[in-house]
């Protein structure tokens, strides 16, 4: 059966282009060999890694967003093989846009019924754009009911708590949504001046895990804080059961 998971929130900067790096280190980890696909118009992030081939996919025609693009980019995943596995990264600029047309053209459901599973990401951040995520979460909430959602915990940022130290799973939202949460995937806080220096160097060059393991230039013990951090994420993502 086909796979399509999309990485959805209306904020801008919070992690949506890592999270789509990580599901796919992991498929490709496990042989499944995904299709990537980033449809940023504006922070290409996802598109910088080399060794993951991601496609990027032009979205705008003049000053605005054309949305026969996402005819072109659903039309793809229906017309692809039977067993692929799509990692679809979309940017905050598109979230609105991407969001109408696929309520608007009934596009998850018809999916849905040409055996294609569909797997909604967004990502919910501690700090000052925690409301924000929030706002973005909730969104997809109420217009895609039927549909699984895995909501990413990044506390890059602080811990996902509100201001009486209440938990993302202690909350109204989660409550309220948490039949259709298909999984909760942290990526933990840890000590910014080694485990936070070492993911950021990868970050900012573009690498995977893998190749950071095998990059004898990088320190010995960072290698090992990465591998740390890989596997944590990985084990968690293999949890979900995608």
Not at 98 to 107: G, K, L, R, S, T
Not at 157 to 185: C, H, P, V, W, Y
């Amino acid at each position: 059966m086909k796979q399509l998971h999309m990485i959805l929130q209306g904020k801008g900067g919070v992690g949506k282009s890592l999270i789509a790096a990580l599901l796919a280190q992991h498929f490709e980890k496990r042989d499944l060999a995904p299709i990537c696909i980033d449809t940023d118009p504006v922070n290409a992030t996802f598109a910088g890694y080399a060794a993951l081939n991601v496609n990027r996919l032009n979205i705008i025609q003049g000053q605005e967003v054309d949305q026969r693009a996402f005819d072109t980019l659903f039309s793809q995943i229906l017309n692809s093989d039977d067993e692929s596995i799509f990692v679809v990264d979309n940017g905050a600029t598109n979230f609105l846009p991407i969001c109408a047309w696929m309520v608007e053209n009934n596009a998850i459901e018809f999916l849905q019924n040409n055996d294609v599973e569909v797997v909604l990401h967004s990502v919910l951040t501690g700090g000052q754009s925690m409301i924000d995520t929030l706002i973005g979460l909730d969104s997809l909430f109420q217009h895609f009911t039927n549909t699984p959602i895995v909501v990413w915990l990044n506390e890059y940022f602080g811990k996902t708590e509100n201001d009486q130290g209440k938990s993302f799973e202690e909350g109204k939202l989660f409550k309220a949504n948490s039949n259709a949460i298909r999984a909760l995937i942290t990526i933990p806080m840890r000590r910014k001046e080694t485990f936070g220096f070492d993911l950021n160097s990868i970050l900012r060059k573009k690498i995977t895990f893998k190749e950071a393991h095998a990059d004898e230039t990088i320190n010995v013990f960072a290698r090992q804080r990465l591998k740390t951090i890989w596997d944590e994420i990985d084990q968690q993502i293999s949890a979900a059961n995608f």
